[in-house]
């Protein structure tokens, strides 16, 4: 992907970076200061930034170009500059999760994944807009703005972490986190054309990350290559990333169960046949008796009950800092009966524990990431998330990569679900195309 | 326990029984018809077993006879007479859950647990009677009857296990099966004056067994030892059951929380001498910020939500085979908000996550099991599970042991929860003292 910018810096990513650091090739100064004013740039007609912390962002810069000047880089990422999803805390700084009522919320201390990325030398610069709270896929944010999709203005980055796919894609930074509770992290990196990868459930810590549900958030980073997301992703887990998984390709069947876009499925055969021209092994995967449409539903209903808890106080405070969509889905999901929940949790954890066995055999199993391409705002197809959710569902790794373009220059993409990060992470790699030469927003 | 038997059968427990089987001192056809004898005599006026399958014990304990003639015994429990609480399925056998709405329910199939039990060769003498639905603890069942505590007529001998905890207490059986959603081995066990373990969460498969909640619900052994009820264990679960762990004994402080009778409050200070003069070093342990009654009707709530989408079916179908106030606790957990259900659920699995962390420096950790011992028929305590429900929200291993009787014939109980099976049976078996001579029913 990275060839693709003109910007040696940009083109780097975040591995690159590191590489470019210890040849001293440039700063870790000269690398933010790239990204700072690329954001000054490019983010006015992008909307994806929300804050940019500069004075913290260059003391982060100047301390990690000290640290290399003496040769001893923190990690592999000392001096990355990243973004981070408004629902992170990032100490001294807005904390919106998107949502009007949150707008003055000031994080008295950062989320433990900034922690993290901060003892690993990164540079935080700043927070990325998201569909407000996190439930939806538009970022179409109605208190920060709508995010364009670097590839085509007037169309959806997706979401909910908009920001971060689109900031990402348009090189404002080199890595981003966001959140992914039924597919957050993947869809906009689908439609934004760049790797987003759902680690294992519980592998990375949520204290300090406003969550949408307890159950299903999986906290992930988007980069511009699978080597860029697990150097991001090895910062905030204490999880072995691993090696990648020898043996068979599974690809996942939907029967028609889901409404695939023509360029989307044509995108799945092609990456097919790339993996039999790569000397894989491929077979279909099954899933007997998921229904697609059902569980995301099942999903929806957990997330907006487990949301109205999360934001109950804030809700009976200022309920008009919510639109009203949004504070309706909180509301719906949060007074429905009880025995409807537990039936959700119990379905979803038995149709998790059926998928995790039906992909143990695989080296990975791929499907679409989601069923279509960016679209137009205004637009919001109901499934979205039919095949990100089921990941969640499983608690397993996942990683969204770009295959290709449309004709017409809109992203494609794939996703493979697997037993490891690194199986996830090394076959996105290897099944992977880059964009070409339609990707917009060269700097 | 076992010498107050003077029946020398009843009197060797699992254990025992395995070494008479293996020095041919008697049969498993004998010790089948021994505790067949012994039903026939005492359960009329026990009512703890409400079906007995004589036909299949009589054709397991011949079959079992002639592996063990063969010399070629399946499992330390070849031959060993167990009961099955009546929410674990018999196949062909009346599968009532206690509740009259599936009075005539014959099963289809054997539960996994009894599969694993025959697979061991142990002889399946029947079902016990149970607290209807597994939803309380006195086995005042209005359907099957009450079950009397052996050592007291007109007492509660526990529940929801109560069958379970009578039937080895009267020596009805060498090992019976319960399920312990809040405390509902361990409860009966300890008004019964026997051991019983609640393994780790999801260390027994639950499939074929009429679950009450299937995020609190273990099925567990009930034995009149420690060794035995590991043995039985063994038999039901791939888990290792693991060796003893050294260390530390915490003790638990509850700080005046929950109301304990004075003679249990005497019992667990003994049992804390106990360990002392047994050479271990005894430490108080305190869970910041636990609320014991508060956390208890939370679980209770995940419990009557889950059990309604259990029974929701036969609900509908037919209500009037739910006693009013079964089925009031049902609706009414079932009908509460989600957001309700699911705040329950966040606060119990963080309160399990806490009280792990708290237990994981110690070899295990002690306190009572319930704040009371057995009482009359008629009243029921709020508090019975306040101790040991805290062990179902962190899904460790938990034992209750008999710790002698009090001064007018009641047993006493501790129970230990701890890191591993054989850290809590381990511990359990070093810290109980025998119930003395005092002990009813011995045949």
């Known amino acids: 992907m990275a060839e693709e910018f003109s910007n040696s810096i940009v083109a780097a990513g975040v591995v690159g970076l590191h590489a470019m650091f210890a040849a001293r090739a440039i700063t870790p100064v000269e690398a933010t200061e790239t990204y700072l004013s690329r954001i000054a740039r490019l983010n006015p007609g992008l909307r994806a930034v929300t804050d940019v912390d500069e004075a913290g962002a260059r003391a982060g810069a100047r301390a990690s170009a000290a640290r290399w000047a003496n040769g001893q880089p923190l990690s592999p990422i000392d001096g990355v500059p990243v973004l981070v999803k408004a629902n992170i805390a990032v100490a001294g700084r807005p904390w919106t999760a998107g949502i009007g009522a949150y ?27 998201m569909h407000e709270g996190a439930l939806g896929a ?18 959806t980055p997706g979401g909910s972490s908009g920001g971060s796919g689109a900031a990402v894609a348009a090189g404002l930074c080199a890595a981003a986190l966001g959140t992914d509770t039924m597919g957050s992290v993947r869809i906009p990196s689908a439609y934004c054309g760049v790797f987003g990868h759902k680690p294992r459930y519980g592998a990375v810590s949520d204290v300090g990350t406003t969550a949408l549900s307890w159950t299903l958030d999986h906290i992930g980073p988007h980069a511009r290559s699978a080597a860029d997301c697990a150097a991001t992703l090895a910062a ?32 799945l055969v092609e990456t097919v046949d790339r993996a039999r021209t790569l000397g894989l092994k491929v077979e279909t995967v099954r899933l007997s008796d998921y229904d697609f449409g059902r569980m995301r539903r099942l999903g929806l209903l957990i997330s907006e009950a487990e949301g109205y808890v999360v934001h109950q106080p804030m809700l009976s405070e200022h309920p008009e800092g919510f639109s009203n969509g949004f504070r309706a889905l909180l509301e719906w999901g949060g007074n ?45 197809p109901a499934n979205q998330a039919d095949f990100t959710a089921l990941a969640n569902f499983t608690g397993l790794p996942a990683t969204a990569f770009p295959v290709g373009m449309t004709a017409d220059g809109l992203p494609l993409s794939c996703q493979v679900v697997a037993g490891s990060e690194a199986a996830a992470l090394g076959m996105a790699e290897r099944l992977a195309t880059p964009l070409g030469a339609t990707a917009g927003y060269r700097g």
């Open 138 to 155: 538009t970022t179409d944010n109605p208190w920060f703005g709508r995010t364009a999709n670097p590839h085509r203005p007037g169309y």
């Open 103 to 129: 707008r003055d919320r000031i994080a008295a201390a950062d989320a433990e994944v900034v922690v993290r990325l901060r003892h690993a030398g990164a540079v935080i610069l700043g927070s990325v807009n």
């Open 236 to 267: 905030i887990t204490d999880d072995p990333v691993g090696t990648p998984t020898e043996g068979v390709l599974g690809v996942l069947a939907f029967d028609g169960q889901v409404e695939v876009e023509p360029h989307v499925a044509a995108a």
């Open 336 to 380: 429905q009966p009880a025995h409807k929940l537990a039936s959700a949790c119990r379905e979803i954890t038995r149709a998790g524990a059926a998928i995790r066995a039906a992909c143990a055999p695989y080296a990975a199993v791929l499907m679409p990431t989601a069923p279509q391409t960016a679209f137009p705002f205004g637009a919001a």
